[in-house]
């Protein structure tokens, strides 16, 4: 069994600083994605990105990057620039791919409270 | 089609009472997933459906716990006997294929009086 491990329960930094936060995992599978998950308030979960366990490039998507080292079995999320509107919890999460290309469900951390301060 | 739609957002019930929630996915969306998200926690895997096979079932808290996709399009997740534990937010995820982004409601407020 997968596990995912959040150290972080809270976070508070000012708007438009970097913040990066950190997830790490355990799991004997060699094959597998991970993602960073945002639950604003309103508490519907949002994807923010994705990484696939055999790409060696780090995701990105507008202001959020990833530092992705699978040997160390660790997935941080670095948000630039951060706005108000990136108030939220963030869940790191894994899935394990199967050699017949399925997939179970996500395995989640518990998450940190990321506050922006105007 | 707007998203994973679940009802009802939320539910209040006496103890030793049977409640069923409802999740529709996205259409076209083949995969459906359940979890329980109690506070403070990320959310825990419950169960899944590939169209309207259960492909896993183990992880269900209780033998309380069943769900049901029988046309393959939306599905109910039911909790018999409901106990003060079960008290906790459910959310239902879909998404197209196995490895896709899954998409997910707003979730269903279970609280168990």
């Known amino acids: 069994a997968q596990t995912v491990t959040q150290s972080q329960p809270e976070m508070s930094v000012q708007e438009a600083e970097t913040v990066t936060l950190s997830c790490t995992y355990d799991t004997s599978e060699n094959n597998y994605y991970l993602f960073w998950y945002k639950q604003p308030p309103s508490r519907q979960m949002i994807l923010v990105i994705r990484?696939?366990?055999?790409?060696?490039q780090n995701a990105t998507e507008n202001r959020f990057s990833v530092n992705f080292q699978k040997a160390a079995k660790s997935f941080s999320l670095k948000i630039s620039d951060s706005q108000l509107g990136d108030t939220a919890m963030y869940f790191c999460a894994f899935m394990g791919v199967y050699s017949g290309g399925g997939a179970d469900g996500l395995t989640f951390g518990k998450g940190t409270h990321l506050i922006i301060q105007p | 089609d707007t998203g994973v739609s679940q009802n009802p957002r939320h539910k209040i019930t006496k103890r030793g009472q049977n409640v069923t929630f409802r999740c529709d996915p996205i259409s076209e969306h083949n995969r459906l997933y359940w979890y329980r998200q109690t506070l403070g926690q990320g959310p825990e895997f419950l169960t899944y459906?590939?169209?309207?096979?259960?492909?896993?079932k183990s992880r269900l808290l209780s033998d309380r716990f069943s769900a049901e996709r029988p046309k393959g399009s939306f599905s109910t997740l039911e909790i018999q006997r409901t106990e003060q534990g079960d008290s906790a937010m459910y959310l239902c995820?879909?998404?197209?294929?196995?490895?896709?982004?899954?998409?997910f409601g707003q979730g269903t407020r279970l609280t168990v009086v």
């Open positions: 995820a879909s998404s197209l294929r196995p490895n896709t982004e899954a998409f």
């Open positions: 990484q696939e366990a055999y790409k060696q």
């Open positions: 459906f590939q169209n309207e096979a259960q492909l896993e």
